[in-house]
T-cell receptor
Framework: KNQVEQSPQSLIILEGKNCTLQ??????????LRWYKQDTGRGPVSLTI?????NTKSNGRYTATLDADTKQSSLHITASQLSDSASYIC?????????FGTGTSLTVIP | NAGVTQTPKFRILKIGQSMTLQCTQD?????MYWYRQDPGMGLKLIYY???????DKGEVPNGYNVSRSTTEDFPLRLELAAPSQTSVYFC?????????????FGPGTRLLVL
């Protein structure tokens, strides 16, 4: 069964600190892996997209890594800001089939 | 481009009422999707379409219907609203961006069934 699991479920960090979110998946084969940011009451917005051959992809303070052998990905947020408070969703796709994780809720406090 | 737009933003329905959630995209994408997201949960696929005239069921299609008469529009129909359909509904479309299949989401429709 194709599954995407994320950890932790929720996380609280101080402004300015770094954090890392985890994503494990069983989707095989897969086309690419995405990390989305979903602000409360909004639709998800794409942060990074990686194919199975890519190991890392950055978007500003967001850096995603991918280990296709162990089927693990991580999203590292550097120097967190209050605006980073959101849910972060890992999505693994096989063609046009998308498999969603349940997300990690991140709260950044001053 | 406006991207993916959804209307209404919020709606309250009584049990047994019907309504249509509208979704439009202006990116000429063939693939479109409807998801629901319950509080604290991930997105679940209701229906999807691979092009005008073609629709298929997703993970949770019961209680919903869709149609795809044009590339741009993909409305979701609730015929007999039930409290279990209280959720936030997201429409999405996908197409190639920079050589990779990318999914774009609308802002969502919040539905409350009482």
């Amino acid at each position: 069964k194709n599954q995407v699991e994320q950890s932790p479920q929720s996380l609280i960090i101080l402004e300015g600190k770094n954090c890392t979110l985890q994503c494990n998946y069983t989707v095989s084969p897969f086309s690419n892996l995405r990390w989305y940011k979903q602000d409360t009451g909004r639709g998800p917005v794409s942060l990074t997209i990686m194919t199975f051959s890519e190991n890392t992809k950055s978007n500003g303070r967001y850096t995603a890594t991918l280990d296709a052998d162990t089927k693990q990905s991580s999203l590292h947020i550097t120097a967190s800001q209050l605006s980073d408070s959101a849910s972060y969703i890992c999505v693994v796709s096989e063609g046009n089939q998308f498999y969603f994780g349940t997300g990690t809720s991140l709260t950044v406090i001053p | 481009n406006a991207g993916v737009t959804q209307t209404p933003k919020f709606r309250i329905l009584k049990i047994g009422q019907s309504m249509t959630l509208q979704c439009t995209q202006d990116m000429n994408h063939n693939y479109m999707y409807w998801y629901r997201q319950d509080p604290g949960m991930g997105l679940k696929l209701i229906y999807y379409s691979v092009g005008a005239g073609i629709t298929d069921k997703g993970e949770v299609p019961n209680g919903y219907n869709v149609s795809r008469s044009t590339t741009e529009d993909f409305p979701l129909r609730l015929e007999l609203a039930a409290p279990s359909q209280t959720s936030v509904y997201f429409c999405a479309s996908s197409g190639l961006t920079g050589g990779q299949e990318t999914q774009y989401f609308g802002p969502g429709t919040r539905l409350l069934v009482l």
